[in-house]
Protein backbone atom coordinates (compact mmCIF):
# COMPACT_ATOMS: atom_id res chain seq x y z
CA UNK A 1 0.00 0.00 0.00
CA UNK A 2 1.24 3.33 -0.45
CA UNK A 3 1.60 6.17 1.30
CA UNK A 4 -0.13 10.12 -0.12
CA UNK A 5 3.98 10.89 0.62
CA UNK A 6 5.36 8.44 -1.62
CA UNK A 7 2.37 9.07 -4.60
CA UNK A 8 3.34 12.94 -4.19
CA UNK A 9 7.08 12.42 -4.58
CA UNK A 10 6.29 10.18 -7.58
CA UNK A 11 4.01 12.61 -9.40
CA UNK A 12 6.69 15.13 -8.76
CA UNK A 13 9.04 13.04 -10.69
CA UNK A 14 6.88 12.14 -13.54
CA UNK A 15 5.72 15.81 -13.77
CA UNK A 16 9.64 17.02 -13.99
CA UNK A 17 10.73 14.28 -16.50
CA UNK A 18 7.42 15.02 -19.14
CA UNK A 19 8.65 19.02 -18.21
CA UNK A 20 12.20 18.49 -19.69
CA UNK A 21 11.29 16.23 -22.45
CA UNK A 22 9.11 19.29 -23.65
CA UNK A 23 11.41 21.41 -23.67
CA UNK A 24 13.78 19.41 -24.92
CA UNK A 25 11.55 18.78 -27.93
CA UNK A 26 10.43 22.32 -28.46
CA UNK A 27 13.81 23.74 -28.46
CA UNK A 28 14.65 21.70 -31.50
CA UNK A 29 15.54 23.94 -34.58
CA UNK A 30 13.83 22.25 -37.73
CA UNK A 31 10.61 22.14 -37.53
CA UNK A 32 8.08 19.67 -39.68
CA UNK A 33 5.43 19.88 -41.72
CA UNK A 34 2.47 17.52 -42.17
CA UNK A 35 4.11 16.32 -45.36
CA UNK A 36 7.65 15.58 -43.54
CA UNK A 37 9.34 18.63 -44.84
CA UNK A 38 11.82 19.98 -42.57
CA UNK A 39 11.90 23.78 -42.57
CA UNK A 40 13.75 26.62 -40.55
CA UNK A 41 11.79 27.56 -37.82
CA UNK A 42 12.81 31.01 -38.78
CA UNK A 43 11.86 30.90 -42.69
CA UNK A 44 8.86 32.50 -43.21
CA UNK A 45 8.55 33.36 -46.87
CA UNK A 46 9.52 31.38 -50.03
CA UNK A 47 9.81 32.42 -53.73
CA UNK A 48 9.26 30.53 -56.71
CA UNK A 49 10.87 32.67 -59.51
CA UNK A 50 9.39 32.20 -63.24
CA UNK A 51 11.38 29.68 -64.71
CA UNK A 52 12.67 30.47 -68.30
CA UNK A 53 13.02 27.87 -71.07
CA UNK A 54 15.80 27.52 -72.88
CA UNK A 55 14.86 24.19 -74.64
CA UNK A 56 14.18 24.22 -78.29
CA UNK A 57 11.20 22.44 -78.37
CA UNK A 58 7.97 22.47 -76.35
CA UNK A 59 4.94 24.58 -75.96
CA UNK A 60 5.46 28.29 -75.30
CA UNK A 61 3.57 28.25 -71.68
CA UNK A 62 6.01 24.94 -70.82
CA UNK A 63 7.50 27.62 -68.11
CA UNK A 64 4.56 29.12 -66.30
CA UNK A 65 3.00 25.52 -66.12
CA UNK A 66 6.05 24.27 -64.05
CA UNK A 67 6.42 27.37 -61.80
CA UNK A 68 2.57 27.01 -61.07
CA UNK A 69 3.05 23.29 -60.45
CA UNK A 70 5.99 24.00 -58.45
CA UNK A 71 4.27 26.86 -56.61
CA UNK A 72 0.99 25.17 -56.04
CA UNK A 73 2.76 21.79 -54.14
CA UNK A 74 5.46 24.52 -52.21
CA UNK A 75 2.16 26.34 -50.58
CA UNK A 76 -0.18 23.08 -50.21
CA UNK A 77 3.25 20.97 -48.10
CA UNK A 78 4.61 24.08 -46.12
CA UNK A 79 3.62 26.98 -44.14
CA UNK A 80 5.81 29.53 -45.89
CA UNK A 81 4.14 32.11 -47.50
CA UNK A 82 4.70 32.41 -51.19
CA UNK A 83 6.07 36.04 -52.19
CA UNK A 84 7.33 37.34 -55.51
CA UNK A 85 11.18 37.48 -54.82
CA UNK A 86 14.13 37.46 -52.33
CA UNK A 87 12.49 34.61 -50.29
CA UNK A 88 13.68 33.55 -47.20
CA UNK A 89 13.52 30.22 -49.14
CA UNK A 90 14.12 30.40 -53.31
CA UNK A 91 14.03 28.06 -55.85
CA UNK A 92 14.80 29.54 -59.38
CA UNK A 93 15.81 28.02 -63.27
CA UNK A 94 15.15 26.95 -66.65
CA UNK A 95 13.52 24.28 -68.54
CA UNK A 96 16.43 22.55 -70.30
CA UNK A 97 14.90 20.00 -72.35
CA UNK A 98 11.71 18.97 -74.22
CA UNK A 99 12.26 15.45 -76.00
CA UNK A 100 10.24 13.03 -78.08
CA UNK A 101 12.27 10.05 -78.89
CA UNK A 102 10.80 6.39 -79.60
CA UNK A 103 11.22 3.85 -77.04
CA UNK A 104 9.72 1.14 -78.91
CA UNK A 105 9.52 0.15 -82.78
CA UNK A 106 7.24 -1.97 -84.27
CA UNK A 107 8.39 -2.80 -87.77
CA UNK A 108 9.67 1.05 -89.50
CA UNK A 109 7.25 2.66 -86.86
CA UNK A 110 7.73 3.42 -83.07
CA UNK A 111 5.02 2.01 -81.67
CA UNK A 112 6.16 3.32 -78.42
CA UNK A 113 7.49 7.24 -78.12
CA UNK A 114 8.77 8.98 -74.85
CA UNK A 115 8.56 12.37 -74.16
CA UNK A 116 11.33 13.95 -71.54
CA UNK A 117 11.27 17.41 -69.90
CA UNK A 118 14.15 18.04 -68.30
CA UNK A 119 14.29 21.26 -65.42
CA UNK A 120 17.77 23.08 -64.22
CA UNK A 121 16.70 23.87 -60.59
CA UNK A 122 18.67 26.49 -58.29
CA UNK A 123 17.33 26.86 -54.71
CA UNK A 124 18.73 28.99 -52.10
CA UNK A 125 17.90 28.63 -48.21
CA UNK A 126 18.93 32.08 -46.34
CA UNK A 127 19.43 30.27 -42.76
CA UNK A 128 20.83 26.87 -43.93
CA UNK A 129 23.24 27.48 -46.99
CA UNK A 130 24.73 24.10 -47.01
CA UNK A 131 21.13 22.62 -47.97
CA UNK A 132 21.79 25.55 -51.20
CA UNK A 133 21.65 22.98 -54.54
CA UNK A 134 21.85 23.22 -58.22
CA UNK A 135 20.30 20.19 -59.95
CA UNK A 136 18.99 18.69 -63.07
CA UNK A 137 15.81 17.14 -62.84
CA UNK A 138 14.35 15.30 -65.47
CA UNK A 139 10.97 13.30 -66.36
CA UNK A 140 9.46 11.26 -68.56
CA UNK A 141 6.05 9.61 -69.93
CA UNK A 142 5.42 7.46 -72.32
CA UNK A 143 2.47 7.33 -75.16
CA UNK A 144 1.58 5.29 -77.95
CA UNK A 145 3.18 5.21 -81.38
CA UNK A 146 -0.10 5.92 -83.05
CA UNK A 147 -0.82 9.10 -81.06
CA UNK A 148 0.43 12.73 -81.47
CA UNK A 149 2.31 14.66 -79.68
CA UNK A 150 -0.04 17.36 -80.16
CA UNK A 151 -2.89 15.62 -78.59
CA UNK A 152 -1.51 14.00 -75.36
CA UNK A 153 1.57 16.50 -74.75
CA UNK A 154 -0.64 18.35 -72.18
CA UNK A 155 -1.43 15.63 -69.90
CA UNK A 156 1.86 14.02 -70.34
CA UNK A 157 3.31 17.60 -69.47
CA UNK A 158 1.25 17.48 -66.60
CA UNK A 159 2.20 14.46 -65.49
CA UNK A 160 5.87 14.98 -65.91
CA UNK A 161 5.99 18.30 -64.32
CA UNK A 162 4.06 16.58 -60.82
CA UNK A 163 7.12 14.07 -61.00
CA UNK A 164 9.65 16.62 -61.24
CA UNK A 165 8.28 19.70 -58.50
CA UNK A 166 8.03 16.54 -56.12
CA UNK A 167 11.62 15.41 -56.95
CA UNK A 168 12.57 19.18 -56.45
CA UNK A 169 10.32 19.40 -53.01
CA UNK A 170 12.26 16.45 -51.58
CA UNK A 171 15.35 17.58 -52.53
CA UNK A 172 14.85 21.15 -51.00
CA UNK A 173 13.01 20.37 -47.72
CA UNK A 174 14.10 16.60 -47.56
CA UNK A 175 17.79 16.52 -48.38
CA UNK A 176 17.17 14.26 -51.23
Same mark, same amino acid.
Given at each position: ??? *????????? $????????? /? =?? &????????? =?????? *???????? #????????? =??? *??? *?? !??????????? !??????? &???? /???????? &????? #???????????? !?????????? &? $?????????????????????? /????????????????????? /???????????
Amino acid at each position: MST *PLRNNRHSR $FVFFIISVA /G =LL &ISACKPTVS =LSGASI *PAEAQTVS #VGIFKNNST =LGP *PDL *PQ !QFTEKLRDLVA !QQTRLAM &IAKS /GDLQFEGY &ISDYN #VSPVAANGDQAS !QNRLTITVQV &I $FFNKFEPAKNFERTFSGFADFA /GTESITARGPALVQEIFRQIS /GDVFYAAFNNW
